[in-house]
């Protein structure tokens, strides 16, 4: 085997690793950060998911319940952008945010969602009452800056979705389907009676952004397919 043959196996054994240690840590945030730092060395060598895949036995699946204060109606479309560039599937339980998939997945992609979420709900909210304090009407602030926000991260992660060459695993996708045979499809967009543009810039910056630098870690009736 040639030099760079036995690097690569290195590396991916390296990244398998801290994969297995994200999915079996009982400790949250050093979980999360092994699944993160997982994620910048597949980036940074050149690491194909594919490469990482081991028996499909040793795979566990979960089903994670998210926290979103005020139900705001945009955590929708942000929970189907999360869940796609973190190998999962995404649906509602009672208005609930639900992530499944492969455990280490889900476990991050929660992470990130609740605190995209919490950050877009706190910002919306702090530009709504700054219009309102200038005597402007905030009309459309709030869901300007929410569809500018969804936009912004959308763009930041298929960048880096698309150089880790992420999708979802079959066996998710197979498993998903078993799941949801009986959810409701229900259709969610957020909508303005006119964008304000100038929110809606704020809100595409900030989405760019805000999981920059960012260390993540710290159902019962009808469901609902995203």
Do not use: W
């Amino acid at each position: 085997m040639s030099e760079s043959n036995t690097n690569n196996s290195q590396i991916v054994e390296r990244i398998r690793k801290l994969l297995r240690l994200g999915g079996n840590n009982p400790n949250e945030n050093e979980a999360n950060s092994a699944i993160l730092q997982a994620h910048r060395l597949m980036a940074k060598h050149g690491i194909e998911t594919v490469q990482l895949e081991e028996n499909q036995e040793q795979i566990s699946y979960s089903t994670v319940y998210c926290q979103h204060k005020g139900n705001r109606k945009f955590r929708i479309n942000l929970s189907i952008v999360i869940a796609v560039n973190f190998r999962c599937r995404c649906f509602r339980d009672n208005g609930r945010v639900a992530f499944f998939g492969r455990s280490n997945d889900v476990a991050v992609a929660r992470d990130v969602f609740e605190y995209a979420y919490t950050f877009a709900y706190r910002e919306s909210d702090r530009l709504y009452r700054k219009r309102r304090q200038m005597g402007f009407d905030g009309t459309d602030v709030v869901n300007s800056y929410a569809i500018g926000f969804i936009d912004g991260l959308r763009q930041k992660l298929e960048q880096q979705s698309t150089a880790l060459m992420v999708v979802v695993p079959q066996d998710v996708q197979d498993k998903y389907a078993e799941l949801s045979r009986n959810f409701r499809t229900v259709k969610s967009t957020v909508t303005v009676s006119r964008l304000d543009r100038n929110a809606y810039e704020q809100g595409q910056s900030d989405g760019r952004t805000a999981l920059n630098g960012r260390r993540l870690g710290a159902a019962s009736g009808a469901k609902e397919a995203s």
